[in-house]
């Protein structure tokens, strides 16, 4: 068993950044692939970014390349999502995950999740 919990939503202004962070709990952090997807009110979860459990290697969604830096640090059970030059489409509540397979941008392959956290990006 895995528990996430994120922290570092808050309101924001367009072209402005925020930090969030995902501790998890468990001696096994290390061997889970981590990701970051968001939901906007009245839409599907989808995916944000992910962070590989073997290499490191990282993958993002096409709207958020660029701008947004997917890490883990595996000594501190932590994934961070740095988001810069937020945009008020960004907005949504932000969900760490937690999966035990390879990287995949689909909400079913991974098996636990945190309570999210809200990014509110203001025009």
């Known amino acids: 068993q895995v528990q996430l919990v994120e922290s570092g939503g808050g309101l924001v202004q367009a072209g402005g950044s925020l930090r969030l962070s995902c501790a998890a709990s468990g001696r096994t952090f290390s061997t889970y692939t981590m990701a970051w997807f968001r939901q906007a009110p009245g839409k599907e979860r989808e995916f944000v970014a992910a962070i590989s459990r073997t290499n490191g290697a990282t993958y993002y969604h096409g709207s958020v390349k660029g701008r947004f830096t997917i890490s883990r640090d595996n000594a501190k059970n932590t994934v961070y999502l740095q988001m810069n030059s937020l945009k008020p489409e960004d907005t949504a509540v932000y969900y760490c995950?937690?999966?035990?397979?390879?990287?995949?941008?689909?909400?079913?392959?991974?098996?636990?999740w945190g309570q999210g956290t809200q990014v509110t990006v203001s025009s």
């Open positions: 995950a937690a999966g035990e397979g390879m990287v995949v941008r689909t909400t079913t392959a991974y098996d636990y």
